[in-house]
């Protein structure tokens, strides 16, 4: 099976498993907020934002998406956006909605995740004319962290390099919504990198889309 098939394969898998019309741009935004809502959140807290903040977070991924949609998108430059935007999120959630617990974990999810609904619907072949531009974004979009994904890079490593130091580092995150910090993210979207080289991926959101990690749970 050729790349593009591979692609078109993974991206209809996802949309299957998907309880909302992704192609609707509320639909979408909403999806990317309940991923990173989910369960084992404090006691008495609220994730939902409210709706000047639920603005704000459309608002920010919609400013990311318009930067990083050239052709000549750089791995750095696609990074550099990303973690201005979460920085934003940040300011906007004290500014409009100092209630709403946040972190950088569920940040991290909402760009990521909002990402992959473009991908996805790219590859898909749905809507081609609307969607088809976003295949460029394959080539450096990061992975939507969560524990399946933490669990499968280091399982890959200890069944391919056992002794690989990433392990540890990897072990290390305490919670990917609660506890992960910005330097962990960053390590572990480079452990994800080094084992695309080696399963022939060219980003870390192919290599879960390809090995179906989002779906082993």
């Known amino acids: 099976m050729d790349y593009v098939m591979e692609m078109n394969k993974a991206s209809l898998k996802f949309m ?14 909403e999806g990317a907020i309940r991923a990173s809502m989910g369960a084992g959140n404090p006691k008495g807290s609220r994730v939902k934002p409210n709706e000047k903040f639920k603005e704000a977070i459309e608002k920010s991924l919609e400013n990311f998406l318009s930067e990083v949609m050239d052709e000549n998108i750089t791995q750095e430059k696609y990074d550099t956006f990303f973690y201005k935007t979460i920085n934003t999120m940040y300011t906007n959630a004290k500014e409009l909605d100092s209630e709403c617990k946040v972190s950088f974990g569920r940040f991290q999810k909402i760009i990521n995740i909002w990402i992959k609904y473009f ?3 790219a590859f898909s072949e749905t809507n081609e004319k609307e969607f088809r ?16 994904v933490i669990k499968w890079l280091i399982y890959w490593l200890k069944e391919n390099d056992k002794d ?16 992960m910090t910005e330097d962990q993210y960053r390590f572990l979207q480079d ?10 991926c060219s980003s870390p959101l192919e290599l879960e889309m390809l090995k179906d990690i989002w779906s082993k749970r």
């Open 133 to 148: 531009k976003y295949k460029i974004l394959i080539s450096v979009a990061h992975i939507p962290v969560d524990d399946y």
């Open 164 to 179: 690989n130091p990433a392990i540890k580092g990897l072990n290390e995150i305490s919670s990917w919504k609660w506890g």
């Open 16 to 29: 299957e498993n998907i309880d909302f019309e992704i192609t609707e741009p509320d639909e979408r935004l």
């Open 119 to 121: 991908v996805a619907l």
């Open 191 to 200: 452990t994800a990198k080094e084992i695309c080289k080696k399963c022939e």
